[in-house]
T-cell receptor
């Protein structure tokens, strides 16, 4: 099956800092999603981005499908950004496969 | 637009007991998924329904897990009998049928088996 690798596994920031999370995948995909799992366990959709670039407030994402990676940028981080960020990918005819996540801690 | 609804939010049972979880997807979403998320890992798909038919149940432990979606809307996932290793969060998700496969997740049910 498809392999999904996220880096870094853990990230600690001071409030106001910027960060970049990376997702590498091993095959061509027709779905790529970024999620934020908050401390209560809710998976919140951040981006549906099988290719291209999108921005939503302080967050943006870029997927370079030909090179099989995606990046999630968080600017001016806030304590409420803390949690686990998951990348999930899907190839045609298969299931959505999640990476192991990046645990982000933003300190005040 | 209402999101994916799940109940209960928490459940504690003893091993060998049975338990059932309920999910109501986003209105109009034809595809429904059940995931298991063990602490420290990403969610893993257990079963996928397209309307009321099963599309993928290859990772469902069928000796103890069962799921149904009788009218193509809400769904139940059952575990009987439960084992200690079934302690996890059970997430339900839904997506619209078509070329955009974005999945939306419910709040999950946290199961503890003692």
């Amino acid at each position: 099956g498809i392999q999904v690798e996220q880096s870094p596994p853990d990230l600690i920031l001071q409030e106001g800092a910027n960060s970049t999370l990376r997702c590498n995948f091993s095959d061509s995909v027709n779905n790529l999603q970024w999620f934020h799992q908050n401390p209560w366990g809710q998976l919140i959709n951040l981006f549906y981005i099988p290719s291209g670039t999108k921005q939503n407030g302080r967050l943006s994402a870029t997927t370079v499908a030909t090179e099989r990676y995606s990046l999630l940028y968080i600017s001016s981080s806030q304590t409420t950004d803390s949690g686990v960020y998951f990348c999930a990918v899907k190839i045609s005819g298969s299931r959505l496969t999640f990476g192991e996540g990046t645990q982000l801690t933003v300190n005040p | 637009e209402a999101g994916v609804a799940q109940s209960p939010r928490y459940k504690i049972i003893e091993k060998r007991q049975s338990v059932a979880f309920w999910c109501n997807p986003i209105s109009g979403h034809a595809t429904l998924y059940w995931y298991q998320q063990i602490l420290g890992q990403g969610p893993k798909l257990l079963i996928q329904f397209q309307n009321n038919g099963v599309v993928d149940d290859s990772q469902l432990p069928k000796d103890r897990f069962s799921a149904e979606r009788l009218k193509g809307v809400d769904s139940t996932l059952k575990i009987q009998p439960a084992k200690l290793e079934d302690s996890a969060v059970y997430l339900c998700a839904s997506s619209a049928f078509g070329t955009v496969y974005e999945q939306y997740f419910g709040p999950g049910t946290r199961l503890t088996v003692t």
